[in-house]
């Protein structure tokens, strides 16, 4: 157990540094704009087009282009997590009687895991680089079909604007200009053609990769010190369970039913199942003016309660308690 709160306390000593940072920053500061606004947004910038996209790439280009044609992997991921979007999408409409708008907001809360900032970090940190794969495979395709899902139900619930064409164009453009998608399908052709850049720019990427995790991590703190706790939704009680417990269980067992998955796989779709909700699940409910204080409540709830959950967590899969398949 001690190892792993070796592995898991710096990763998450992170977070909280970049929270207790931003609360200093905002209490010390004449105006609190100035203690995280600009040089957060920049920050965000550099970590979505520069650092997570050099590590996506440098991970990629090197694996062989067999490994990275596993879609039955990606397929049985996605099912998985979109079982859990359609259960919690279900208890907003009929049991909180909640509007389509809303219920998408909840339901991506317990099935969008932070699975572009904390992800790759972790599960590098947990089962070395052979977790690369599946972590690029799940972050695409899952995030695509977030991309997809997030506006197609706001088009029905009324709050998107726009003929069905350009609701496509726009969610399309979306989708292939992702600087995580893009660096991800480079990588991709990279291993394809065996290319390797030059010793140069080798070094950069490297540079910036090494920088990904920090960066990331400590954004994420500071990100949600600036977003505080002011309305804790009823529907906490079910989206919780529903996102670090029930979406982890149910990836697990799902993955173990389909089988013939590498151990490194499936114990990495595991942790990124298991991880709390996304920053962006704010970003889409501020977009649509949707559950926007009780989002941001969720995102916080969840990342402090995946510390014991994600350290649990790691300890059975290293004790050898839950074993890469379920059903031997």
Not at 104 to 121: C, D, F, R, S
Request: glycine share 8%; proline share 6%.
């Amino acid at each position: 157990m001690a190892e792993i709160s070796g592995l898991v306390l710096p990763f998450f000593g992170l977070i909280f540094l970049g929270y207790l940072t931003a609360k200093l920053a905002r209490r010390h500061a004449a105006n609190s704009q100035s203690a995280g606004g600009d040089g957060m947004a920049w920050l965000n910038i550099f970590i979505i087009y520069l650092a997570l996209p050099a590590l996506f790439f440098k991970l990629l280009s090197r694996t062989p282009i067999q490994e990275l044609a596993r879609f039955d992997f990606a397929i049985t991921s996605m099912a998985t997590t979109y079982t859990i979007f359609a259960l919690i999408f279900a208890a907003g409409l009929w049991l909180r009687k909640n509007g389509i708008a809303e219920s998408t907001i909840q339901a991506l809360a317990a099935a969008y895991g932070n699975i572009g900032y904390m992800g790759p970090g972790l599960a590098l940190i947990a089962f070395g680089e052979k977790a690369a794969v599946p972590v690029a495979l799940i972050f695409c395709f899952e995030n695509a079909l977030h991309f997809m899902m997030a506006p197609a139900l706001m088009a029905i619930a009324g709050d998107e604007r726009g003929s069905p064409g350009k609701l496509a164009l726009a969610v399309a453009r979306k989708i292939l200009l992702h600087p995580f998608i893009l660096s991800t399908l480079v990588g991709v052709l990279a291993a394809a053609v065996s290319f390797q850049p030059p010793v140069p720019v080798q070094r950069l990427i490297d540079y910036l990769a090494q920088a990904a995790a920090p960066c990331a991590l400590f954004a994420m703190g500071v990100t949600l010190a600036l977003r505080p706790l002011k309305r804790i939704p009823v529907e906490i009680g079910y989206i919780v369970p529903a996102k670090l417990l029930l979406h982890p269980a149910l990836m697990y067992l799902t993955l173990g039913l389909v089988g013939n998955f590498d151990p490194v796989w499936v114990q990495t779709a595991v942790l990124l199942a298991s991880l709390p909700t996304a920053t962006n699940v704010f970003v889409i409910a501020q977009q649509y003016g949707v559950w926007q204080e009780r989002a941001s409540a969720t995102i916080l709830i969840t990342t402090v309660l995946s510390v014991a959950t994600v350290t649990l967590l790691l300890y059975l899969i290293a004790s050898g308690t839950l074993p890469a398949d379920p059903f031997p």
